[in-house]
């Protein structure tokens, strides 16, 4: 399980790092990220990963998803 609670900007520019990280079946979670960037944020990671579905509060969210086997 990779775990980031940073901003937005590191995780679109860290996303291919990130990315490299997990391994088949392993887990994403991320926060950090404001409710108006999330859906920015999960489309750099979609291109590898099953992104669940964002979960926001009080306009911070979590992005988490898996990498398939």
């Known amino acids: 399980m990779v775990v980031a609670n940073i901003l937005a900007g ?3 520019e860290l996303s ?4 490299g990280l ?3 079946n392993g887990q994403l979670a991320m926060s950090g990220v404001l409710e108006t960037q999330a859906e920015d944020v999960a489309n750099h990671y979609r291109n590898r ?3 669940d579905p964002i979960v926001e509060r009080e306009e911070w969210c979590r992005i988490s ?3 398939p086997a």
């Open 10 to 12: 590191p995780l679109r």
């Open 16 to 19: 291919d790092v990130i990315k």
């Open 22 to 24: 997990i391994k088949p």
């Open 49 to 51: 990963l099953n992104i």
């Open 65 to 67: 998803g898996y990498l």
